[in-house]
């Protein structure tokens, strides 16, 4: 049973570019969660997709945005990229609640760098 | 404020005693709190979950939660050097907001 899979693993950019980002979250899971991880900080929510909408937002400018498609699998967008988008961008896939929680499961990430 | 606060270590214990992270919250409608464990250059892991005042036990891990307080623990029982890795606090608003928000994690390193 795959788990949530994650790609490019590593990637490095130079400020003003774009990069997609590009997950498939685990069999049978329906919503595909995204975070930025800093180093040495927690994991920051940046959105959330369920039935291919943005169902929540994070405190993240409009220079990310998302998508997700028909089999669930998602992208997370970043364009004019700036020096402090250096980090590592985790997806993370679940079972929609609908007013219970269904746990997290969380890829290995892909570590963006900036130059 | 930060939302979720946990200290930030590091925080060193020798082998088979208890390890204990602490983390406490701003919000008072946070309803359900998580531990996710974290080694280097991968991704978070959920060991704990717990919803309800008191102490959740599962294994050598023990999740405590004190609503009033605002405060959450876990304890690491016979502490294993599998055991040094970040351990992230986490908390939910709500069921049905899955947003999860993250404390900054606490370095734990178990010394054989």
């Known amino acids: 049973d795959a788990g949530v899979t994650q790609s490019p693993t590593h990637l490095i950019k130079t400020r003003g570019q774009q990069v997609t980002l590009r997950c498939s979250p685990k069999?049978?899971?329906?919503?595909v969660s995204w975070y930025q991880q800093a180093l040495g900080q927690g994991p920051q929510f940046i959105f959330q997709y369920y039935e291919e909408e943005e169902r929540q937002r994070g405190n993240f400018p409009d220079r990310f945005s998302g998508h997700q498609f028909p089999n669930y699998s998602s992208e997370l967008n970043v364009n004019a990229l700036l020096l402090g988008d250096s980090a590592l961008y985790l997806c993370?896939?679940?079972?929609?609640?609908?007013?219970?929680?269904?746990?997290?499961?969380f890829g290995d990430g892909t570590r963006l760098s900036i130059l | 404020q930060k939302e979720v606060e946990q200290n930030s270590g590091p925080l060193s214990v020798p082998e088979g005693a208890i390890a204990s992270l602490n983390c406490t919250y701003s919000d008072r409608g946070s309803q359900s709190f998580f531990w996710y464990r974290q080694y280097s250059g991968k991704s978070p892991e959920l060991i704990m979950s717990i919803y309800s005042n008191g102490d959740k036990e599962d294994g050598r891990f023990t999740a405590q939660l004190n609503k009033a307080s605002q405060y959450v623990s876990l304890l690491i029982r016979d502490s294993q050097p599998s055991d040094s890795a970040t351990y992230l606090c986490?908390?939910?608003?709500?069921?049905?907001?899955?947003?999860?928000?993250f404390g900054t994690g606490t370095r734990l390193t178990i010394i054989p």
């Open positions: 986490a908390a939910i608003s709500n069921f049905g907001n899955e947003k999860l928000t």
């Open positions: 993370a896939s679940s079972l929609a609640g609908w007013g219970v929680w269904q746990p997290q499961h």
């Open positions: 069999s049978g899971h329906d919503t």
